[in-house]
């Protein structure tokens, strides 16, 4: 069915055409069992897999970008996912870059984006997150007494979200400097840490100036033990796991990526999101818009992720699990990567082409 939609769907502006995917796919629940019938539609067959102390419902996840602001969580929920990204957040409202931003290359099966992380701020976005009763904040008596109301309305909500892992991707705001980075991280740490199952560190967007510095050895190390140490306290208020994982590019030459594995390892991470988009550009490519700045996704993305992925096997060595993403575009693509030695695969550019129906043609093959 999609595939007769989506030459309607191309014909509109490509942000403006997910604004209306997202709005539609959220606003069904104003109808009456719509969602439910989205949810028999949808539905996939259990395929459970253990990681970072969670459980997902099965290994295709919504890679971040798709809903950065966590307004259409319940909507998605009802697609088959076993988890969803939502994010990049940034700590205060930002409006990204210039629109247009982002491109259809159909030629390609893929995407450039430049969008520079618009984000509504961090404070919209967890009020996005309570209304669904996913903060579950540190009791105190006081609290315990007076919120009798609230508990029986989150129980609700609980029940309802209660399978979807929910991953909340942060970045730093576009004027932050790179120096006080860490400041950005550790405040967006505190404020999902209660709202979050896991959290990504996405210092790998090719649309933030500056941003995949951070990849670097000196200044990731400074990073990640930092927010690791942020972490061990939430965890302790929040008497709760809380794992980190860290978004990487596929452009980190082999040096880099083996100085950023061995850091990852080093300061405790729990995990690895394989990979952010591409500032590189096959010469084959057949679009008009190949010259488009920005980060580009999809088919063509997927062999330069597929050797990322093999490189990260081999060194973290089963240390830690790996979610891969970049150029997942059929079930084959998705077994691929697990077969490779992931143990999670997320889709973005995927869902465009393919259209939702993906997530499930893929776990049922699996
Ligand atoms: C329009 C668009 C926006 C994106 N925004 C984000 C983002 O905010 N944060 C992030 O970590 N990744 C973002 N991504 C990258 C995706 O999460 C994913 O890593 C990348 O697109 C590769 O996967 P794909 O080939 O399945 O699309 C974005 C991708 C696209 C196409």
Not at 31 to 55: D, E, S
Not at 88 to 95: D, F, G, H, K, R
Not at 199 to 206: E, G, Q, V
Not at 341 to 349: F, P, W
Request: net charge positive; hydrophobic share 40%; with cysteine.
């Amino acid at each position: 069915m999609y595939k007769s939609i989506r030459p309607i769907l191309f014909t509109i502006d490509p942000e403006r055409a997910h604004q209306h995917a997202l709005d539609a796919v959220e606003n069904t629940r104003y109808i009456f069992g719509a969602h439910w019938l989205m949810r028999q539609l949808y539905k996939t067959p259990p395929k459970p897999v253990q990681a970072f102390g969670l459980t997902f419902q099965n290994p295709v996840g919504l890679a971040a970008g798709y809903d950065k602001d966590a307004v259409a969580v319940r909507g998605l929920s009802t697609l088959g996912f076993g988890h969803l990204e939502v994010g990049t957040v940034t700590p205060l409202a930002q409006y990204g870059n210039p629109k247009p931003r982002v491109f259809r290359l159909p030629e390609d099966e893929a995407v450039i984006n430049r969008m520079g992380f618009p984000s509504a701020g961090s404070a919209k976005v967890v009020k996005n997150l309570k209304k669904l009763g996913r903060c579950h904040y540190a009791k105190t008596s006081k609290t315990r007494v007076i919120n009798l109301r609230g508990f029986f309305a989150e129980g609700k909500r609980k029940r309802s979200n209660s399978k979807m892992i929910l991953g909340v991707n942060i970045g730093k705001n576009k004027n932050t400097p790179n120096a006080e980075a860490v400041l950005d991280y550790l405040s967006l740490l505190e404020l999902f840490a209660p709202c979050a199952d896991y959290l990504t560190i996405n210092i790998s967007s090719p649309n933030t100036v500056g941003l995949r510095d951070l990849q670097g050895r000196d200044a990731l190390e400074m990073l990640l033990t930092q927010l690791h140490k942020q972490r061990k306290m939430e965890e302790k208020k929040l008497r709760k796991k809380l794992p980190l994982l860290v978004k990487l590019a596929p452009d980190l030459s082999d040096a880099e990526l083996a100085d950023a594995l061995d850091v990852i390892l080093d300061t405790g991470m729990d995990g690895v999101v394989a990979t952010n988009t591409t500032i590189a550009r096959d010469p084959k490519l057949g679009s008009t818009k190949k010259q488009e700045t920005g980060g580009l996704s999809g088919t063509p993305l997927k062999s330069a992720s597929e050797a990322v992925l093999s490189k990260i096997v081999k060194k973290v060595d089963g240390k830690i699990p790996i979610i891969s993403v970049g150029g997942i575009m059929s079930p084959e693509d998705a077994k691929r990567r697990l077969e490779m030695g992931a143990t999670l695969v997320q889709l973005y550019t995927g869902l465009i082409y393919e259209g939702p129906g993906l997530v499930k043609r893929i776990v049922k093959a699996l």
